[in-house]
């Protein structure tokens, strides 16, 4: 998951306040390795049930066609919080914002690993989603805490935290659960986020709000006065409850204006159905015989999203070089051919781990290309199309979660495969019948 802040920097708590913080000035050495790794733990928290579907749902005596609902929930509330909580950060103290979240993501997490029953469970999931969105917020504050010629460092490290914090969530929460139980993930989870709100509380210096809707000046979010978050003069909001919700509507808005953002947005929705699909589904045939594996090991095939990361890089400066719309054609076309050998999940671990190189790979590419294109439409209002952006990843993270255990109830592995499949071709028949919409960058 990408991350796209503001690159503003924000007011501080006034001229010799304590905590105050100059724009020019960068940032105690500790802060930005500190919201590195509370960027890397809060979004690991969405990624930690995965491994542990079949445990939960023989502890919890959920319906096998069910277990989805367990990953839906939590990527629902990430949804949300990316349309209701992100917008915060440009309206409240950045300082108070973040290390409140994280309590309250902490006290979800504890939700969790306490859950006596299943409707308790699936409740508490869905809060650690919502909350988990605080990512954001931090990667905001790295460069709102950075002078400009230091940001592109300090976002670039606390971004490695979030990639580092996915790709080792599955691994981590696999191990810790044959350790010590699957409570214990969520437990000793909730601990360390408490820990790390306490950390930055003391360490964060007060960064405010950033200039926007009811912030003290009268320049809009895309830098010209009076522009109100739709990017029209005319739009300015007025009082601080009126301008959040038309900050929040703003970003529906801007996706219902510019086709290409409704385009890369369902493609973001395919393919990370098709990701979910995989994902969430793959613990029932590895913990199944001929494997019967353990928690660790199941986990340990998320390391698989080490392509992802590469794919990144690769992708990006393929972008650079004008080569987008060539980078998401060769991506789909990857994605496609990487369930042939999933589908042999039954048959060879070594085929499932190289259709899964291939699936993060694929993904990662189309992923960070669509970013450079929707942030390409409107620059003045990036913040606002990511997070738009991000709301279909999640819902398409939602379906492919769910879809995924129907379709294993229905038919098993085979039918898991076909239905990840059926996504990436949508997605790729998609890019095809749209091709002439996109811009020439693209």
């Known amino acids: 998951m990408a991350i796209e802040c503001s690159g503003r920097t924000g007011s501080t708590g006034g001229p010799g306040g304590p905590g105050a913080h100059g724009p020019d000035e960068p940032p105690p050495a500790r802060v930005v390795p500190l919201l590195a790794l509370a960027c890397g733990s809060s979004v690991a928290t969405v990624y930690f049930a995965q491994p542990l579907l079949v445990t939960l749902g023989e502890r919890f005596a959920l319906d096998p066609s069910l277990l989805g609902l367990i990953v839906t929930l939590t990527q629902l509330g990430y949804a949300a919080g990316l349309l209701l909580l992100v917008p915060l950060g440009d309206l409240l103290e950045r300082r108070r914002l973040v290390t409140g979240q994280l309590g309250l993501l902490a006290l979800a997490l504890l939700g969790v690993g306490l859950a006596p029953g299943a409707a308790a469970l699936l409740v508490a999931l869905a809060a650690v989603g919502l909350l988990a969105v605080v990512a954001q917020t931090m990667v905001a504050t790295a460069a709102a805490l950075t002078p400009p010629a230091r940001r592109g460092r300090a976002v670039g490290t606390v971004t490695g935290g979030i990639v580092t914090g996915i790709l080792l969530a599955r691994a981590a929460s696999g191990m810790l659960a044959d350790l010590a139980g699957w409570r214990a993930v969520y437990l000793a989870s909730a601990a360390f986020t408490a820990v790390l709100a306490l950390l930055l509380r003391r360490a964060l210096p007060a960064v405010m709000r950033s200039e926007g809707p009811g912030g003290n000046s009268s320049e ?154 929707i942030h390409a439409v409107r620059p003045e209002a990036g913040s606002r199309i990511i997070g738009g952006y991000m709301v279909f990843y999640s819902a398409g993270s939602a379906l492919g979660a769910l879809g995924s255990s129907l379709a294993h109830a229905a038919g098993g592995w085979p039918t898991v495969t076909a239905l990840g499949a059926t996504f990436s071709l949508a997605a790729l028949l998609l890019w095809a019948a749209t091709l002439r919409t996109e811009p020439p960058l693209g």
């Open 220 to 373: 809009g979010p895309g830098g010209n006065p009076s522009e109100g978050p739709g990017g029209n003069p005319s739009e300015g909001p007025a009082g601080g409850g009126r301008s959040y919700a038309r900050w929040v509507a703003s970003t529906v808005t801007l996706f219902a204006r510019e086709p290409l953002l409704r385009i890369r947005g369902a493609l973001a929705l395919l393919v990370f159905a098709a990701f979910s699909t995989l994902w969430t589904g793959v613990a029932r045939p590895l913990s199944a015989p001929p494997w019967s594996l353990s928690s660790t090991a199941i986990g340990a095939f998320g390391l698989a999203g080490a392509a992802g990361a590469l794919a990144a890089g690769v992708a990006g400066r393929w972008n650079d070089r004008g080569l987008a719309r060539r980078t998401t054609g060769v991506g789909l076309a990857v994605l496609v051919l990487s369930w042939l050998p999933i589908g042999l999940a039954g048959r060879s671990l070594w085929a499932l781990a190289a259709g899964a190189v291939l699936l993060d790979f694929a993904v990662q590419a189309v992923h960070v290309t669509n970013q450079t294109m």
